[in-house]
């Protein structure tokens, strides 16, 4: 069934929501359909409402994770854990970050149980749930800033290495989307290239220690 383009008329005049039908949806990821499936390249909507964009994007990638790795349940966890970890989405409305966050969940979730059944692992959807909490986040793409626009939005890197770990590290959105120049920079190297044309290195604000994909149990996430 196509989803309605409107929740109601006080949301369009409030904030312009007007949701993407799906077929234009689809038609757009088409445009870059080799990207959609590579597993590990980034994506991300900076008014992705409830994930009109990012569920269809997220299906691509698991539906190669399953054809490449699904013979192999903790192969198709690692790599499921790299499509979804590079998925992300800003979004002002509270509501909609919510639904987007349970919409991709459920997406995963399914393939997943669907698959493997009772040798599903409950911590390794909690760990899911962890990275779609810290992807998928409330703020105004505008102002690169958080809702009360206090702070400026940090997204995490997550990076798969040997034996399960994962190295998680936040950056400043601003720094990595909003480079000028001549603007300063808090955190970031800026260097020169071999063509003496300026550019720079996004330095983390914060690196974790590593973690196994099964328990990403950070602080900040209790």
Known sequence: MEKKQIKSKERVRDHGEVFTPDFIVNDMLDLVKSETERIESRFLEP?????????????RKLEIVRKRYGKSQIDFE????????SIYGIELLDDN?????NRLFKI????????????????????IQIILEKNILQGNALSLKTKDEKEYILFSEWTLLSRGKVQRKDFIFKEMGDFEPNSILYHSKRELSDTGAQVFS??????????HYLKLDYEDTK
Do not use: H, W
């Open 47 to 59: 008014a992705c409402g409830d994930g009109n964009f990012l569920a269809p994007v997220l299906k």
């Open 78 to 85: 690692k790599y499921g854990l790299i499509a979804v970890s």
């Open 97 to 101: 970050v919510e639904t987007c966050r």
């Open 108 to 127: 995963f979730s399914d393939i997943y149980i669907n698959k493997y059944k009772t040798k599903a692992k409950e911590e390794f959807l909690k760990s």
């Open 202 to 211: 996004p330095m983390p604000i914060q690196e974790y220690p590593l973690k």
